[in-house]
């Protein structure tokens, strides 16, 4: 008999309307939307609405109520820790956006928190899952381009983020913390983890609180070295948004990434030319189907592993790696000096 997972959605703000979409096409497969929960009581009845499910204000009151199988929450960091703990203690799986908390410190405390009881923890980071990053991927694991040796990662853009998402522009932390730990963890995704690393900051526009550009140099433990580029302030006319561009050199090869997700490889003299995103879905819309279908595949990996009982591709344990990376950059552009990324160790 097929098994069904019930999938409880917290917060149901900006940006998840598109897990709530997801987690509706993902019905079919097992993954079945069962409730949503918002303290914003009009968000709440509006989601719940819209998915046909029952709504809550209260995190602990959907629990009592609905048998949840899976966690979905799509809050912002401030509130992870304390809704990370509620799961934990309820033995329920949970998924948290990124970024995972805002300090290191409180990162460490929800995986020791999910570890002490035993817990499925993971945290919702989609760049990797995103179609374009997976053929990437498949070419490199394939060695088709050899052993990576270099890298430029760069997402550049002029887009108004702070139109959908306002409260960005108070953030103490800015490029780096929100989207520049999706490029960072590609980054590892991709060649590996870190031994060291410096970091340039930049604030281009003067009505936000903190940095809006990012230039960060890394030396993997491979070897490999390589560029992650994070900006909010460019202005370019033919702006990627919100795509990732990518060059990977390897001893035996290339491979681009440019506008559009066409893929450029080039191997033993030969160059191919592939169109790797996925389609467009019917709740998805450009620019933003990118990051939408990119919901759509962590949700089906994050609702397989708990289905399967195996912890996820991003458990919490595996992003406390790419967070440390975003501790060390915002560490190294204070110092201007390299940084070697923090490494958490379990307590006995
Ligand atoms: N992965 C990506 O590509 C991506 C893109 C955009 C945003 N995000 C992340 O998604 C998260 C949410 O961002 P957003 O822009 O949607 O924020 P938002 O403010 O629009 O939505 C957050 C919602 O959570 C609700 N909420 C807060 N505390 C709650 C609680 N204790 N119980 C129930 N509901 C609660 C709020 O009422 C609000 O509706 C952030 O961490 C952000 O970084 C990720």
Redesign the pocket.
Known sequence: MRKTVAVGM???????QNHLHAWSDLGAEGAVLSAV????PA?AEAAGAKFGVPHFT??NAMLDKVGIGLLDI????D?HR??AAIAAERGVPAVV???FAPTWEECIAIVEKARKHQAWLAV?E?FRFASAMRAVKKVLTQGTIGTPTWARLSWRTGFDVYR??P?LAEEEKLVIQ?VGI?ILDLARFFLGEVAHLSCETQKRNPKIRAEDTATIMMRHTSGAVSVVEATYGAKRGDDPFPETMLEIEGDGGSLILTKGEKMTVTTQGLTFEDQVGGPLLHWTSRPWHV?QEAVLHTNRHMFERVRDGRPADTSGEDNLKTYALVEAAYEAARSHAAVKPAIWLPQA
């Not at 917290?10 to 998840?16: D, L, N, Q, T, W």
């Open positions: 917290v917060g149901c703000g900006f940006y998840a929960c918002d303290r914003d968000r209260d995190m799509a809050t912002r960091m509130t304390e809704l956006q990124k970024p919702h989609n959908g998402q409260y929100d999706h990051s």
